[in-house]
């Protein structure tokens, strides 16, 4: 079945381990106990290919291999070239150094005033609050400290990130991210998010996390409860294909809605898995039935062993044009590189506009058609439209 054609379905069940009682699938620590973290343990499931067993034995040196039992089941495992398994199991590619790579490609560790806190951008600063995900996505741009395979030894220093937000006024945006800042316990979060919230001029606070969509069931009514004490808290959540949105992923965007958070959605345009319109079309579609707005679509960071994942700008540009005017501008991500060695996020878009002049702008509408757009204003004064006579009170 293909994932563009079957819209009214939502994936859902235990799959492979039917035999798990309920309560276990839906215990959050459970599906973390039981990831699949190893060679013997993912062949004990399916066959690997060599490239995938190569890539496989070599993750350790690069980005740990885990996926949580729910995710693996949404893994074709006759398919090579299922978009699942592609973000999830490591190929031989990620051995494949390029020129114009780099362990920190967008030049965080130079712009952090304090172990793991990002300061780029005048207004609002990144925190990296933990090194761990629930699920490690092969391509990811922190891949040098998340997961500690290449020894980075990561150790957030929340009270200097703290203190450095509290001195700094001109921060009025924080936004915590890691690894994935939802495997931190409640108790942790709580904290975190109570000393945020005490800082007068911090005015927006937002996640970014993919725990919704690799532990769906860590987004407990509990947690909930923690997002409503502190909201507004925004979260942007990281959905690469439909596949991925399932009952269990729409149900939890449910209680994160349900309990006041509005939530984004960022993608990674990646070779192989969503580098195609219609399948963009068709995760756009689900995430707005999930209460999620599209935010951003991202062009590959240029991180160490990432280029197979590499999709041509042009491609991206190709499938922003195939989407505007034919679906809402609420589906819609705006597309950016964030620029090599840390200039920051940069939007790249479909080209418009044909010509400005100081008399006119010319344009193109999604169907191609030619527009003009006036800039000057021409007085008409005629009989129908005697201006003089106008009287202004
Ligand atoms: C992405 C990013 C942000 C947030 O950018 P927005 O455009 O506001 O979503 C902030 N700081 C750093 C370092 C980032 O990479
Ligand atoms: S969830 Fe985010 S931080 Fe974690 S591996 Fe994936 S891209 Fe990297």
């Keep these: ?6 819209r009214s379905r939502w994936f859902e069940g235990q799959g492979l381990w039917q035999q798990t009682p309920a309560s276990d699938w839906n215990d959050w620590t459970w599906q973390l106990k039981n990831r699949l973290t190893s060679i013997e343990h993912l062949e004990k499931y399916m066959t690997l290919t060599a490239e995938e067993r190569a ?3 070599f993750a350790g040196h690069k ?27 490591p190929r031989s590619g990620e051995m494949v150094i390029s020129a114009e790579e780099q362990l920190d490609s967008l030049g965080e560790d130079e712009h952090s005033p304090v172990p793991g806190l990002v300061h780029r951008y005048p207004d609002r600063v990144l925190f990296l ?14 891949s040098r400290l998340v997961s500690n395979a290449q020894d980075y030894n990561f150790h957030p220093e929340y009270e200097q990130a703290l203190r450095y937000i509290e001195a700094h006024p001109e921060v009025r945006d924080v936004l ?5 800042p939802l495997l931190l316990s409640d108790k942790k979060l709580e904290h975190l998010l109570s000393r945020l919230r005490a800082i007068p001029h911090v005015e927006f606070i937002r996640i970014g996390s993919r725990i919704p969509v690799f532990l769906p069931q860590r987004i407990t009514p509990e947690l909930c409860e923690i ?10 959540i990281h959905v690469n294909h439909p596949k991925e949105a399932t009952a269990e992923l729409k149900a939890a965007c449910e209680r994160l809605s349900f309990a006041g958070v509005p939530l984004g959605n960022q993608s990674v345009l ?11 079309k068709a995760l756009i579609h689900r995430l707005l039935r999930m209460r999620v707005r599209p935010y951003y679509l991202y062009q590959m960071d240029l991180i160490t062993g990432g280029s197979h994942f590499k999709v041509d700008v042009r491609k991206g540009i190709e499938i922003i044009r195939a989407l505007r005017g034919h679906t809402t501008g609420y589906a819609i991500p705006q597309y950016v590189i964030d620029a090599p060695g840390g200039g920051g996020k940069v939007p790249i878009n479909p080209d418009y506009v044909e010509k ?8 193109r509408n999604y169907e191609g058609k030619t527009f003009h757009y006036p800039l000057k204003s021409t007085p008409v004064v005629s009989p129908a439209n005697p201006v003089e006579n106008v009287v202004i009170e």
């Design 176 to 180: 915590l991210s890691g690894g994935d």
């Design 129 to 142: 609050v933990t090194d761990r995900c629930a699920a490690y996505c092969r391509y990811c741009t922190r």
């Design 270 to 280: 990646l070779k192989g898995v969503n580098d195609d319109a219609e399948v963009m």
């Design 63 to 89: 980005l740990a291999m885990a996926i949580t039992p729910y995710f693996f089941n949404l893994i074709d495992r006759n398919d090579p070239n299922c978009p699942i398994r592609k973000q999830l199991i």
């Design 227 to 236: 997002f409503k004490k502190y909201g507004p808290i925004w979260m942007s």
């Design 356 to 363: 400005i002049t100081d008399d006119e702008v010319v344009f």
């Design 1 to 6: 079945m293909s994932y563009t054609e079957d």
């Design 55 to 57: 890539g496989v034995l």
